[in-house]
């Protein structure tokens, strides 16, 4: 038997030893992005739905409800909802109360969260520590003790009732005063040695530093005001002052406007509801990863 045949025997076992982790390497990463794209596919197939059905005809939604391609493209439904219905005064309630809670959110929130974080105060701790429990509370048990107050205080069916209780955030609080706890007191050091208040060092020092964090709120405020019912349930009663959220519900729930099925004019408004959310997101989505990659890159 000759050498060359030797050696050729010997590689035979090599080879394929080599060719199995190889062959691993590249069916796992294969059969991961399956299962991603499989379950990419599962939650975004409900909103092409929602997004198509808006544009079909009330016979062909009710007969082809998971259908993606229309059999005629209409806006009918979206004509309806902006110009006989009282979809775009829904719109700009709900705007002006995101806009208005949102800016409050973001002032009070950051306010709080830097004198837990920095001031010394008696009953620091067991204020902390209430803002911590009212987050475990469930906002449904509040609705009842809500309305009493609203009503008590004069301010129920008005934009102050509807905004002044959003204004300031548990959640808000917490994830400022977390932040403020990690930027070091030596960047506070130089601005009171040369004669800055406990305000002008939040203001002109510390705030402009938790950018990441007001970005945050930002997106978590307008989202959560966007969003929310149960509130403008017990603090309005005017047609007057319905949002989005109410207005939408109601054609769920088979109201004058969309009486009957009529899927196209409900799916049509819940996606016009959704565009300013993902919009914001997107958005900030961006300075969020830029303004943490660069603190971490400091």
Not at 30 to 59: E, N, R
Not at 61 to 76: D, K, R
Not at 86 to 100: E, G, R
Request: proline residues 5%.
């Amino acid at each position: 038997m000759t050498a060359a045949s030797l050696s050729g025997k010997a590689a035979g076992p090599a080879q394929h030893r080599t060719r199995r982790p190889h062959r691993t390497r590249l069916l796992a990463p294969i059969g991961l992005y399956t299962v991603l794209i499989v379950l990419a596919a599962v939650y975004i197939f409900p909103f092409l739905v929602q997004i198509t059905t808006s544009f079909k005809t009330d016979a062909d939604a009710a007969g082809n409800a998971a259908s993606l391609l229309p059999q005629t493209i209409t806006f009918a439904a979206y004509e309806k909802l902006f110009l006989n219905s009282d979809f775009p005064l829904w719109f700009a309630n709900s705007a002006i109360v995101a806009v208005t809670v949102c800016l409050g959110r973001v002032f009070f929130a950051s306010l709080a969260g830097f004198a837990l974080a920095r001031l010394r105060f008696r009953g620091r701790g067991l204020v902390f520590a209430t803002i911590v429990g009212v987050m475990a509370v469930p906002s449904v048990v509040l609705l009842i003790p809500k309305f009493l107050v609203l009503n008590q205080l004069g301010l129920y069916d008005s934009y102050a009732g509807m905004i002044l209780p959003l204004l300031v955030d548990a959640g808000g609080v917490f994830i400022m005063k977390n932040f403020f706890e990690s930027i070091p007191h030596s960047v506070e050091e130089q601005a009171r040695v040369d004669g800055a208040g406990t305000f002008r060092v939040f203001w002109s020092v510390v705030l402009p530093m938790a950018r990441p964090a007001l970005i945050t709120i930002v997106i978590l405020s307008f989202q959560g005001s966007w969003n929310e019912l149960s509130h403008f349930i017990v603090a309005t009663q005017s047609p007057e002052l319905t949002t989005l959220t109410k207005g939408v519900a109601s054609l769920a729930s088979g109201g004058s406007l969309a009486q009957g099925t009529q899927y196209p004019i409900k799916l049509a408004a819940a996606a016009i509801m959704t565009i300013p959310v993902a919009v914001l997101f997107f958005i900030f989505q961006r300075h969020i990863m830029n303004t943490s990659e660069g603190a971490v890159k400091g």
